[in-house]
């Protein structure tokens, strides 16, 4: 792949992504920011992709923002650069994405994970927004995706003690989905991504939009907005399809329209 800090290969149709600074222990920096914004980019732009990985080494998925290029930026570079803004682009990629967590997910790291529309994790995955430890606090939607995840009490256990979590904890706590042995880390996740890839594209897309509303607004306007969006997908080929299968009793074959 063409990335300076990521590894991309694609299995059929799904493009797996490595956080790959390993000397940092995949700490996000511009680089990587960078990296990330173009390579799910390229992801929601080829119609043969259809799901997405994300995964880091096995000691760090990644162990936060990195310090070291933090350290000397006062508020008007951090304002004037909208710092690490540009994680927007890579949350609000339109197809599917799981986040696959070995080792460490701290900081920003962590955030980046929330940002997944799944997160799996290994047993050996260790959450935790320290940011408080250095004087600041979460700055890539922690505060807010964390408190969603795991509710009040636990998120203000988190950042105010800066404390980490394991898997047993976060999957209790409904952080992740599931939990699975290291070692089977990036096969699980491949193959809950094959499943999602087999799906009929624009109900993927029309699944994954519905199920992020509920954070944006009340729950009436939730219930019309998928409805409408139900009833829109009813205008679809593979509407006919997905039906006339069941109904035939075989699988559907998709076409995207
Ligand atoms: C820069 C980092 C880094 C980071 C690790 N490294 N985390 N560099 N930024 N966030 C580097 C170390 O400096 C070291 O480099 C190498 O990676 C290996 O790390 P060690 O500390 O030697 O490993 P270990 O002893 O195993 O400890 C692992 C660790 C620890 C517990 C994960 O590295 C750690 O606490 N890291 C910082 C975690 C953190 O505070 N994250 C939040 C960042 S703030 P050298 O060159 O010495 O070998 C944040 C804000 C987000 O994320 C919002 C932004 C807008």
């Not at 800090?5 to 700490?27: D, I």
């Not at 920003?108 to 260790?126: K, N, S, V």
């Not at 800066?162 to 992740?176: F, I, P, S, T």
């Amino acid at each position: 792949s063409d990335y300076e800090t990521l590894l991309v290969e694609t299995h059929g149709a799904v493009t797996l992504v490595r956080l790959n600074r390993p000397q940092a222990l995949n700490a996000l920096n511009t680089a990587i920011l960078r990296d990330l914004i173009d390579a799910f980019a390229a992801y929601d732009a080829d119609d043969g992709q259809r799901c997405l990985v994300l995964t880091g080494s096995e000691k760090a998925f990644a162990a936060g923002a990195d310090i070291k290029e933090m350290q000397d930026q006062g508020f008007a570079q951090m304002y004037g650069a909208n710092f690490f803004g540009g994680f927007e682009k890579v949350w609000s990629v339109r197809k599917p994405w799981i986040a696959a967590v070995g080792g460490f997910a701290l900081g920003g790291g962590c955030e980046l994970a929330m940002m997944a529309d799944i997160m799996i994790a290994a047993d050996t995955a260790r959450f935790g927004q320290p940011e408080i430890k250095l004087g600041v606090a979460p700055g890539m939607g922690g505060s807010q995706r964390l408190t969603r995840a795991v509710g009040k009490s636990k998120a203000m256990d988190m950042v105010l003690t800066g404390r980490m979590m394991d898997a047993v904890e976060a999957e209790k706590a409904n952080l992740c989905s599931k939990v699975v042995p290291a070692a089977d880390l990036v096969d699980e996740a491949l193959k809950m991504a094959a499943t999602i890839a087999g799906m009929a594209p624009l109900a993927a897309i029309a699944n994954k939009e519905m199920v992020n509303v509920a954070f944006e607004t009340g729950l009436a306007t939730g219930i019309l907005f998928e409805r409408r969006l139900f009833n829109g997908l009813c205008a679809t080929e593979d509407k006919k399809e997905g039906m006339g299968a069941f109904v035939e009793k075989r699988p559907g074959v998709w076409t995207g329209r």
